[in-house]
């Protein structure tokens, strides 16, 4: 792994550097790219002046206690009404861990499935974003009785893992939500692969099973997380020479990143998606950002001396 990036992926895991770097403004000036504010009134706005479907998810801290469990999970039944209410093709995407599942797993699914009713009750999909590797085994299990209860219910998988292929093809089986991405935390080499060129390879052959008939014929709804300009020009190849039409393959990126390529992918009638993170703890999200393009520190530390 990059040294600049394994550095950047340690510093995102340290409470000293959280509790200190949260502090300076050059610091929150900067996250400004990647979030449009802290509150869900922010990431509502951004989502109305994007004028593409979003999907919200609201960053949190680790949790002490089972009751900030319940409060997390209310927060999400909140934005769900504020979504309704606003007619916004928003959907929402939260972190098993801020649903409890460190407290127990009973704990985090049944956070979940409240969660993913009243989702469906609205017309919505609800997705589980994959975290690191200590939650695999957990996030799907939980994953799979969600989905088994709502078809509505998405997973994020990672391509950096030598797992996934596994994973994808029991849960295409069940005609799960799949929304694939490289992955973004720190992974040892005997479950991640450690060169970027082969994580790229397996998420292009990741993604060929998502668009193939086989696939499609199970109803799965898939979603191609990822910012690469090359991959994304082999799925469009992929596709087209499959048949399909830019309707039937759907794109996410995040928020402040490649904004010509968003705007060019929905232009172009791609189904597209647009996630959006805000709240107050942002900081380990932020310098996994950073560690994705190590050239983003620079972007730091031009806010250090401008403005
Ligand atoms: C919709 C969505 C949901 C996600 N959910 C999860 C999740 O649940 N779990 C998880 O582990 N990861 C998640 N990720 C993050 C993902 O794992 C990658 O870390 C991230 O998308 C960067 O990988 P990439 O595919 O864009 O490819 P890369 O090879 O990292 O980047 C390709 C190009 O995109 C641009 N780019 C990428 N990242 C940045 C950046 N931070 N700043 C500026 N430019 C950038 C650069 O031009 C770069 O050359 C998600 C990503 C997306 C888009």
């Known amino acids: 792994m990059n040294i600049v990036r394994a550095l950047l992926l340690k510093g995102s895991e340290s409470r000293w550097l959280r509790e200190r770097g949260t502090k300076y403004r050059f610091v929150r000036r900067a996250t400004s790219r990647f979030m449009p504010g802290e509150t869900l009134d922010d990431a509502l706005a951004a989502s109305k002046a994007l004028g593409v479907g979003t999907v919200l998810t609201h960053l949190g801290e680790n949790l002490k206690s089972p009751d900030e469990a319940l409060e997390v999970t209310r927060h999400y039944l909140n934005v769900l009404e504020r979504v309704r209410a606003s007619g916004l093709d928003v959907e929402v995407s939260v972190k098993l861990t801020q649903l409890g599942l460190d407290f127990s797993q009973e704990l985090g699914e049944k956070n979940l499935l409240t969660l993913a009713e009243r989702a469906r009750s609205h017309g919505k999909w609800l997705w589980v974003d994959i975290e690191s590797t200590a939650y695999t085994d957990a996030t799907i299990e939980v994953y799979r009785r969600a989905r088994a209860a709502f078809p509505t219910v998405g997973l994020c998988l990672q391509a950096y893992l030598y797992r996934t292929a596994a994973d994808m093809e029991s849960l295409i ?9 490289k992955g973004a935390y720190r992974e040892p080499p005997d479950k991640a692969f450690p060169k970027k060129s082969d994580v790229d390879e397996n998420y292009f052959r990741l993604a060929k099973t ?34 399909l039409s830019p309707t039937d393959v759907e794109f996410q990126m995040l928020y402040g990143i490649r904004r010509q390529e968003q705007l060019r992918l929905a232009a172009q009638g791609y189904r597209f998606r647009v996630l959006i993170s805000y709240g107050a703890a942002w900081f380990p999200w932020y310098m996994r950002r950073l560690a994705e393009r190590p050239a983003n520190v620079l972007f730091v530390l031009k806010n250090l001396v401008g403005r």
């Open 173 to 181: 089986a069940m005609g799960a939500g799949i929304r694939l991405v």
């Open 210 to 243: 998502l668009l193939s008939p086989e696939t499609r014929a199970k109803s799965v709804r898939a979603i191609f997380g990822t910012h690469d300009p090359v991959l994304i020009g082999r799925i469009e190849a992929a596709a087209r020479s499959l048949g």
